[in-house]
Antibody, heavy 120, light 108 residues
Framework: QVHLVQSGAEVKKPGASVKVSCKAS????????MHWVRQAPGQRLEWMGW????????VYSQRFQGRVTITRDTSASTAYMELSSLSSEDTAVYYC?????????????WGQGTLVTVSS | SSELTQDPAVSVALGQTVRITCQGD??????VHWYQQKPGQAPVLVFY???SRPSGIPDRFSGSSSGNTASLTITGAQAEDEADYYC???????????FGTGTKVTVL
């Protein structure tokens, strides 16, 4: 079955960058699109962007444009999300989510989440 | 930009029926999907598309849509249905995605 395993919690200072990984298994990594979604404490889910793991095409939310970079390493079946110029408002749990190949653009599998804390 | 608006909270008596709504202009042209999220856990897809449930999701979850409003209905709510629910769709470009504001469902 599909598994998405994310890297561990991070503590960063304001102005720094963070890079979160998402290792996929149980399917052909390059066949699907991987999304990144974040959730600040007590807040709603917020979509950040996606990468097609095969083609490498990326699309980012305008809210994070210029600060977020999503990449992938096909040899390692791993997707990455890097967020720069961190502020306290970026404190959140970051999830990777695999888009299903059903034609419905749904997120059928999620990583366990990575807590990123931004604090001086 | 696309926005999806949900009621912040609803409550339902055990075994009764509750409907959660999601409003947004892009819903006139895009399908809505629904996710359930329990505290400390990742979201789980519970209903999608016109009329589909992922494997393992009870048939008490159903969905509908009309105009700019979509709904998720839980018929015969159980204690384990207490959670936050988020609607989700793509915007008019088809490349960007958006989540609703979320609805907290309390089962009394």
């Amino acid at each position: 079955q599909v598994h998405l395993v994310q890297s561990g919690a991070e503590v960063k200072k304001p102005g720094a960058s963070v890079k979160v990984s998402c290792k996929a298994s149980g399917y052909t990594f390059t066949s699907n699109t991987m999304h990144w979604v974040r959730q600040a404490p007590g807040q709603r889910l917020e979509w950040m962007g996606w990468i097609h793991a095969g083609y490498g095409k990326t699309v980012y939310s305008q809210r994070f444009q210029g600060r977020v970079t999503i990449t992938r390493d096909t040899s390692a079946s791993t997707a990455y999300m890097e967020l720069s110029s961190l502020s306290s408002e970026d404190t959140a749990v970051y999830y990777c989510a695999r888009e299903d190949n059903t034609g419905w653009f749904t997120f059928g599998n999620w990583g366990q989440g990575t807590l990123v804390t931004v604090s001086s | 930009s696309s926005e999806l608006t949900q009621d912040p909270a609803v409550s339902v008596a055990l075994g009764q029926t509750v409907r959660i709504t999601c409003q947004g202009d892009n819903l006139r042209t895009s399908y809505v999907h629904w996710y359930q999220q329990k505290p400390g856990q990742a979201p789980v897809l519970v209903f999608y598309g016109k009329n589909s449930r992922p494997s393992g999701i009870p048939d008490r979850f159903s969905g509908s849509s009309s105009g700019n409003t979509a709904s998720l209905t839980i018929t015969g709510a159980q204690a384990e249905d207490e959670a936050d629910y988020y609607c989700n769709s793509r915007d008019s470009s088809g490349n960007h995605y958006v989540f609703g504001t979320g609805t907290k469902v309390t089962v009394l």
